[in-house]
């Protein structure tokens, strides 16, 4: 399946996330390759968001855990890459957010 920012945004918007993980969603999004993986660092996440360094690593962790977010590759010190995985979203929508 092709991941398409459009789509992807669209799922995140109508969804039921709390507020600072739709952002947040939203800016790895924005980052993200045509394979749906991204790796912003946190300090960068920080500045678009506005949000805390420390807010963005627990969201960001909050979001693995629901599975919407896949480490996809991790270095000791380094920034993870992550997968995202819009299907995992829970949706206002009627129909599937990415076809």
Same mark, same amino acid.
């Given at each position: 399946m &092709?991941?398409h920012?459009?789509?992807?945004?669209?799922? /995140?918007?109508?969804?039921? @996330?709390? #507020?600072?993980? +739709?952002?947040?969603? *939203?800016?790895? %999004?924005? !980052?993200?390759? +045509?394979?749906? %993986?991204?790796?912003?660092? #946190?300090?960068? @996440?920080?500045?678009?968001?506005?949000?805390? /360094? +420390?807010?963005? &690593?627990? !969201? +960001? =962790?909050k @979001?693995?855990?629901?599975?919407i977010?896949? *480490? *996809?590759?991790?270095?000791?010190?380094k920034? &993870? &890459?992550?997968?995202?995985? /819009?299907?995992?979203?829970?949706?206002?929508?009627k =129909?599937? #957010? /990415?076809?």
């Amino acid at each position: 399946m &092709k991941f398409h920012k459009g789509r992807a945004v669209d799922a /995140v918007l109508s969804s039921g @996330l709390p #507020p600072a993980q +739709r952002l947040l969603m *939203v800016a790895y %999004i924005k !980052h993200a390759c +045509r394979e749906g %993986i991204a790796w912003p660092g #946190p300090a960068l @996440l920080a500045e678009l968001t506005g949000y805390s /360094v +420390r807010s963005i &690593k627990a !969201h +960001r =962790s909050k @979001l693995i855990e629901a599975g919407i977010l896949k *480490v *996809v590759a991790e270095a000791e010190g380094k920034f &993870k &890459k992550l997968q995202i995985d /819009v299907l995992r979203l829970k949706t206002r929508a009627k =129909s599937a #957010p /990415v076809q």
